[in-house]
């Protein structure tokens, strides 16, 4: 069984910040990419950033030298540190993870968290 856990979210006002982090347990054999989406209401859930296991990143345009992720491949966690955050970024946010378990090394499944709250507002 592999967990993804979230931690980080909450209140903030604009222009605030706030760091979002994604620890991973279970019976882990391989991290490939990981990845930060949201879903605010009434809206599809979309790509916040991702990153691969040798640390390439990519961004949404909408969050682009505001957002910064990070990950530790050695405690299987990824970070993401928000800045500047606006209103419209409010949602919750969820991890996702690429990973090979120890029984299936050769089979990679998408893993989600249970996703967390962050709302911008004054």
């Known amino acids: 069984q592999v967990q993804l856990v979230e931690s980080g979210g909450g209140l903030v006002q604009p222009g605030g910040s706030l760091r979002l982090s994604c620890s991973a347990s279970?019976?882990?054999?391989?991290?490939?990419?990981m990845g930060w989406y949201r879903q605010a209401p009434g809206k599809q859930r979309e790509l916040v950033a991702g990153?691969?296991?040798?640390?390439?990143?990519n961004y949404a345009d909408s969050v682009k030298g505001r957002f910064t992720i990070s990950r530790d491949n050695a405690k299987n966690t990824v970070s993401l540190q928000m800045n500047s955050l606006k209103p419209e970024d409010t949602a919750v946010y969820s991890c996702?993870?690429?990973?090979?378990?120890?029984?299936?090394?050769?089979?990679?499944?998408?893993?989600w968290g249970k996703g967390t709250l962050v709302t911008v507002s004054s």
């Open positions: 996702n993870a690429q990973i090979a378990t120890m029984v299936s090394r050769d089979y990679v499944m998408f893993y």
């Open positions: 990153i691969t296991s040798g640390g390439s990143t």
């Open positions: 279970g019976s882990i054999f391989s991290i490939y990419e």
